[in-house]
């Protein structure tokens, strides 16, 4: 799936600048992609080098899940929910230590 799904945010970054403009979410959009995309591959290489892996989604630089951020977007944009499910710990907002090693927007 990630090696599929990467294809769609660089096909978007490779619009014309002018095209890309006229549309304001669309960089931050194909951004989020390339985040949960190599997030999703990270995930698919421990698990086949160690057997095992924790997978965190990547969270906003107000410490919410890169998932909630794409699912609240006009028009909404979800993961099928047995690959959003792969990340145990909550949505929302945190401070939990647990995140800190998650790079913030830039």
Do not use: K, N, Q
Request: hydrophobic share 45%; with cysteine; charged share 25%.
């Amino acid at each position: 799936m990630a090696a599929l799904a990467g294809d769609v945010p660089a096909a978007v970054l490779a619009l014309d600048d002018d095209v890309l403009d006229g549309d304001l979410p669309a960089r931050s959009w194909a951004r989020d992609w390339e985040r949960v995309v190599a997030t999703l591959e990270a995930y698919a290489l421990d698990l086949e080098t160690t057997g095992a892996g924790e997978l965190r989604w990547p969270r906003t630089g107000d410490g919410w899940s890169i998932l909630d951020r794409m699912a609240s977007a006009e028009g909404g944009c979800t993961l099928p929910d047995a690959v959003a499910a792969l990340d145990p710990t909550p949505w929302g907002p945190t401070a939990d230590a647990r995140f800190a090693d998650h790079p913030d927007d830039p």
